[in-house]
């Protein structure tokens, strides 16, 4: 698979608008927030973020750490806050760490709150950009946040779009914006990581080498998840494909004239690793 393969139709028009509009609202905030999952911290950071978001403070939310390793979830939080950023662990779903973001988000802005009390300004709410690329659980944050049902939230890339103003209290304003990806990715693994969460669109890539590619990390970093999943056995140099033939002869999963169906099998490993049927990996290390 090259590079140009996973570049397909990645930068639709919409998304150099909401970049213009994110450098244009910046002056707007106090801070910018920004959701990553953290089955792929930094497959799922948009490196223009950096760039967009200049010297304001940052706060990163890890979020779906229900669905990542605990131990390399432990690792990225202390490697984001080596970096001078906060750092919560979110659960969205299940409301987990969501009580966390406003004492962290008042510690990173502790000065301002301190310059706003000195010039009798202490009820002056605090703005903070909400940013994300799509499919990381953005409006399900905001929603969780602020305590209500607003914000359309599906589990596919792009649904949010326009700019919204959310008020989750008298203290706090939150700016949502439509998620973005970035125009190429200098490496196609982060390209790869995307699809293999769902960032992006499964029908621009061929879903067998997709598996494939997957159930070879996932061998060479959590081989016990695909032995008792799949009851498959192989050597420490087994490709994806052969892994794939191995888990497809063992489900029954056969075409007429016992030719096996690999397409039916990897549908199957993209959508029980999404669904953490087969266990809890983060796919990245700081290191």
């Known amino acids: 698979m090259t590079t140009e393969d996973l570049n397909i139709q990645w930068y639709p028009g919409h998304m150099t608008k909401t970049r213009r509009m994110m450098e244009a609202d910046l002056r707007l905030v106090d801070a910018v927030c920004e959701i990553l999952d953290a089955r792929i911290p930094r497959s799922s950071r948009n490196p ?5 978001c200049g010297n304001k403070p940052r706060m990163v939310i890890l979020n779906r750490i229900d669905m990542a390793d605990p131990d390399r979830t432990a690792a990225w939080a202390a490697w984001f806050k080596a970096q001078g950023m906060a750092v919560i662990r979110t659960d969205c779903k299940n409301r987990k760490g969501i009580t966390d973001f406003g004492p962290a988000l008042r510690r990173l802005l502790a000065e301002k709150l301190r310059r706003y009390a000195e010039k009798g300004m202490a009820g002056k709410p605090l703005k903070v950009m909400v940013v994300g690329i799509p499919n990381v659980g953005k409006s399900t944050f905001i929603n969780q946040i602020a305590g209500r049902k607003g914000a359309k ?38 390209g790869l990581r995307l ?24 061998w060479q970093e959590y081989p016990q998840a695909l032995r008792e999943r799949y009851k498959i056995e192989a050597g420490p140099e087994t490709t994806g494909f052969e892994l794939m033939e191995l888990a497809a002869r063992k489900r029954g999963f056969l075409l007429p004239g016992n030719e096996l169906d690999l397409e039916r099998m990897a549908k199957v490993v993209l959508e029980e690793y999404r669904s953490c049927k087969l266990g809890r990996f983060t796919l990245e290390t700081p290191q």
């Open 48 to 52: 223009d973020i950096d760039a967009i």
């Open 153 to 190: 939230a599906e589990n596919r890339p792009g649904v949010t779009r326009g700019k919204q103003w959310v008020t989750v209290d008298q203290g706090l304003l939150l700016l949502d914006t439509p998620g973005i990806l970035w125009p190429k990715f200098e490496d196609p693994e982060v």
């Open 195 to 218: 699809a293999f969460t769902g960032a992006v669109k499964d029908d621009i890539l061929d879903v067998e080498t997709l598996s494939a590619r997957l159930m070879r990390q996932l």
